[in-house]
């Protein structure tokens, strides 16, 4: 089975909004990607928290493969793309995950002890205030297999 390249980045562009970059792809797609959850998780975004100049200096690494903003603050394209993806609610949307929750008549804590998050996370999911992880949404998937 041939191995699947990830996405690569050819240009950015910072966004209007705070932490935002506009991505285009070698796919041809051009996606925007809000980081401030991202940057908000780990320790090791903290100057980019601290200093919005710092952030405004984002540059698409070698070969594509990473933005970077020093030598040791970057993040993978893969990352980048999977939260664009989230994001754009490419993997499952609010709504559809509410209904895939109510067609399987399924409480807030069944569904979250099925797909293995909290309750207030399915809440976050249904009320759009998170993007269904595509992960997640793989699971409601399989699922709907078994």
């Known amino acids: 089975m041939p191995r699947k390249r990830p996405p690569r980045i050819l240009s950015l562009t910072v ?7 506009h991505l285009r792809w070698d796919t041809g797609d051009e996606t925007q990607v809000d980081l401030s959850g991202h940057i908000g998780a780990f320790r090791l975004y903290e100057p980019l928290r ?3 100049a710092l952030f405004a200096t984002a540059r698409v690494g070698e070969h594509g493969v990473d933005v970077a903003w020093s030598d040791e603050i970057d993040v993978a394209a893969d990352t980048l793309w999977r939260l664009a993806q989230e994001q754009a609610e490419r993997t499952l ?4 995950f509410r209904e895939w929750r109510l067609k399987r008549a399924m409480t807030l804590d069944a569904a979250a002890r ?7 996370m399915i809440a976050y999911y249904e009320q759009g205030k998170r993007p269904v992880p595509r992960v997640v949404a793989l699971a409601t998937r399989g699922l709907d297999a078994a």
Do not use: H, K
């Open 15 to 21: 966004g209007e909004s705070p932490m935002t970059l």
């Open 50 to 52: 601290r200093d919005p």
């Open 93 to 96: 949307s609010a709504q559809a």
């Open 114 to 120: 099925a797909l293995g998050v909290s309750r207030r």
